[in-house]
């Protein structure tokens, strides 16, 4: 057991795939000598030279376009976007290139990227650089999200979002970059689709991933006092998704929440909501209720952004608001 | 679209209604036309009818007293969201005066807030899906249970306390539709032994048997009976302005014999012009005298005679259900045809329930016939705020003496009931006086 921090997780998992194989490469912005904007790729330029860790223009058209070429054609990159918000310049070439090139050419071409993406607020970054737009990715067919929580997720979730030969979206908190964790010594890849039950609980459910995990835990502790338990579901991957954990729990508590930072509009949340509504209709006590993010866009103003982002007390309202 | 139902502003001087049945449950189609509820008003009972077709998704107030233009309830699909309607404080769809919620408004919130998932009448019953699961699989009837959810929504708990609450009976495996029929036949379920569900024919099977056997001799015996029925709203209004009447009036009642062989040579004489009734002559007669005698024709406002110029006069008109009464206004200024005609189309009126509020107020005395059904005395009941009723009785053939001979006249009864904190006795006497005179040298009326 050790103590690292969730960029460390990140760094690990993929430190060891790079270790393991030559074709693996990162690309991206001051991803090089700078070692990341968040500090994520520092010391793998010294450790694997410029071919393999290789500096952007600033232009995310480039690094997603490249990416998938690269992709197409052997390699196994890990591109990084500085902020998820840019990802618009680089969605034709992940959802029209990427996403569809296996199935487009009868499966003889495969794309094994995994695309980097910084998401999320809290650290008053502004509106264009704090979003939370994993329902953007969810909705297209051909790509694989997942969205760790933790250090040791974060590094078991990249080994296989390195080994997988299909783009993976792969969606980190910013806030949680510096946040330390237990990690077990050694740690192995951990399958997409496998949701993590940090808390068990008979009440509710409260079903979430990223941030909101650490909230939602926060949340349970409390609700406990007032006799309220509550089961807190970490997705860790958002597609392909482990429905029948979620199942499983509401089908015990018969009550959901669905939190996530995103706005609620036409947010990944709905999609869990409405899943959990046609799926699980005869075990609900309680309409399922989501948590999200007030419709804005996020706000500079540290007290502004703290009250547009969903938090601990939210869930803790949202819960009490079921029974 | 879901659309609000305010209550209809029935009158020109309506400002409030009440809510007294509805004939639609929530949950029930409704097509545009159809009646939806009945309204009091303190002079009428009226029906509203749907202005729209959709389904009666929400009875806002169930029973009580509202003002015109608020909601009373939410006609929409089957399946729309009406929460926007029904959100905050439901405000008045007309502009009217803000007015603190009446006592019908609290109740309807009361009831929002929890008291029971379950409207009295059978409406649609609020439960999570899962206590309709939990319900199914412990045979608990949801009409029985009490919602302590979010909008007094029965939860999956609600239905384990209600079960565990009812004790033995609740454990019989009974199917719901089969526990009500029980109920409604008067069967205890555990008294029939079954293996596996009880279901609704085994209760009629059970009861078949039983009536068989045991309910044989009490048919025997003289059955008496005694059912109960609730009144109308039009017999709830008479009994409550009856009672109200006899609660404030000190009344006396004052009977006058008169003639009506000049009314009736009146009325040959009118009969190709205008067929008049004794009513109608009455009618006019009365107003006329009412203008002479004005106490007769006032209300009592604290220590005030509200006196008039004019008299406005109420014809009872029998109902099946009950009494009604128009009101001829202005008839002290109004011909015997104009007021004839009156007298017909308001009678008309009522008959078909047709009338307005309009035409069933402002009234300053009121004249009531029994003549037909061969009456000869009777002491009506005033109709307040008026001082004064008249009762008009049959016109009965009678041998009486004229200048020394006896002769056989057309002789009527009035009787006049007058309110003594207005009326004195030597006024009441004189106004009938003056009323005898008219009718009986109605050249008087000509002056």
Known sequence: ?323 | MAELIVMPKLGLTMTEGTISNWRKAEGDTVAQGEILFDVETDKISNEVEAKLSGVLRKIIVEEGTVDIFRPVAVIGDANEDISALLGGGVPAVVPAPEQAGTPAEAGAAAAAAGEAAVPADGGRIIASPYAKKTAALLSVDLRQVRGSGPQGRITAGDVRDAEGGSGAVAKVKISPAAAIEAAALGIDPSGLHKEGRIMKEDIRSFAAASSKTAVQPAVQAAVQEITRVPMNSMRRIIAKRMLESQAVSPAVTYNMRLDTTALGVLRQQLKDTLKVTYTDLLVSIAAKALLEFPLLNCSIEGTEFVMRNYANIGVAVGLEEGLIVPVVKNASHKGLAEISQEVKRLAAGARNNSLTSEELTGGTFTITNLGMYGMESFSPIINQPEVAILGVNAIVDTPVAVNGEIVIRPLMNLSLTADHRAVDGAVAAQFMQKIKAYAEKPALLLL
């Not at chain 1, 992940?94 to 050419?105: D, G, T």
């Not at chain 1, 970054?125 to 939370?132: I, N």
């Not at chain 1, 997942?146 to 390195?162: C, E, K, R």
Request: with cysteine; proline share 5%.
């Open chain 1, 1 to 323: 057991m050790r103590k690292m921090t969730y960029g460390e997780g990140i760094r690990e998992g993929m430190r060891s795939k790079m270790l393991e194989d030559p074709n693996v490469v990162l690309l991206g912005e001051d991803v090089g000598p700078y070692g990341g904007t968040f500090g994520v790729t520092k010391g793998l330029w010294e450790q694997f030279g410029e071919e393999r860790v290789r500096d952007t223009p600033i232009s995310e058209g480039i690094i997603v376009g490249a990416s998938v070429g690269a992709a197409a054609t052997g390699l196994r990159p890990v591109a990084e976007l500085m902020f998820i918000d840019f990802l618009t310049f680089g969605m034709d070439g992940l959802v029209n290139q990427a996403a569809k090139m296996r199935y487009m050419f009868g499966g003889k071409i495969s794309v094994p990227l995994v695309l980097r993406l910084p998401a999320g607020g809290g650290i008053s970054a502004g509106a264009q650089h704090s979003g939370s737009l994993e329902a953007w990715v969810t909705h297209v067919p051909g790509l694989k999200v997942v969205y760790p929580s933790n250090a040791q997720d974060a590094w078991g979730m990249m080994l296989t979002a390195i080994e997988d030969d299909n783009p993976v979206v792969y969606i980190e908190s910013k806030i949680l970059y510096s946040k330390k964790y237990e990690v077990d010594d050694t740690v192995a890849a951990i399958p997409f689709g496998v949701a993590s039950v940090k808390r068990e609980g008979s009440d509710v459910s409260i079903i979430t991933y990223g941030k909101q995990v650490e909230d939602a835990l926060t949340a349970a502790k409390v609700l406990a006092e007032e006799g309220i338990e509550a089961e807190v579901i970490d997705l860790r991957s958002l597609y392909p998704l482990d429905k029948e954990t979620i199942f499983t729990s509401v089908a015990k508590t018969h009550r959901a929440l669905v939190v996530t930072e995103e706005v609620k509009r036409g947010g990944f949340g709905g999609e869990l909501s409405a899943m959990i509504s046609e799926l699980c209709f005869d075990e609900l006590d309680a309409p399922v209720v989501r948590i999200g993010a007030l419709n804005t866009p996020v706000p500079y103003s540290p007290a502004l952004e703290a009250y547009v982002l969903p938090n601990t007390e939210d869930i803790i309202q949202g819960i009490k608001s079921m029974f």
